[in-house]
């Protein structure tokens, strides 16, 4: 495995933060089974659609690369559509109805109810808030962060939150983390962007000033990754880090 790339004179290991700021989708929360194979196959059903569930992991990779090719750019929801048209098409779903049946996965996206928070998330954030810590959400999404707040009990511990839709530019501009942190009055040396994308939320908030926490909860190795990002699985590891202590043993 190659060895990650040191930043010279950058630090590393535990430091100091007294603002952190969440990403979302993959760091808060995840989909359940609505955006799963099966439910990309019923949604294509309710519109008259054929597609192939086995395809589904196919339809996901090509679908990304065409996202994350747009990411950093004016929030446009038709960049949403075009995914979810991306993955029908990849499927096998072929015809008008394709775009209906789109506008529809683009909707429901938005809904809290086909979604699930991560077990860790309460307890860290919990931790985080008894010791003082500020935190905000970023995120690169149309769905309500004031509702997500209220539907996962998050309220009490979330300063601000931003959204794309609402600020009009995604992650990694900076600009949406500039907006994060005036609204939180927190400056850049002292905040931390915890998250599961290296391109949008670490390497972005980097460029603000920002220091980042990548979140791998599945263990994947990061070599890509700049020597001095920490990477966590799980989010009980943010206390020990962000306050410049080891974790314990």
Known sequence: MPARTPVPGAPSGPFRA????????????????TFEAEGYRRFAGRHGLAVDPSRYGAAVAAASVELESASGGAYRAELFVRFARRMLQEMGAAGPAVETC???IYDE????????LYDDVLPALRELHAAGMR?????????????????FDLAPYIGCAVSSSDHGYMKPHPGIFQEALRRLGAQPAEAVMVGD????????????????????????????????VAVVRTLREL????AGRPAAA
């Open 109 to 116: 996206w938005a809904a809290c109810r086909h979604f699930s």
């Open 239 to 242: 206390l020990p880090l962000l």
């Open 197 to 228: 994308s290296l391109a949008n939320d670490i390497l972005g908030a980097r460029r603000t000033g920002m220091r980042g926490v990548l979140v791998s909860r599945s263990g994947a190795e990061h070599p890509e990754a700049p020597g001095d």
């Open 135 to 151: 935190m905000g959400l970023i995120s690169n999404t149309h769905r309500s962060l004031s509702a997500l707040q209220q539907h």
């Open 18 to 33: 007294t603002a952190v700021f969440f990403d979302v989708d993959y760091t808060l929360i995840y989909p359940g089974p």
């Open 102 to 104: 789109a506008r529809e």
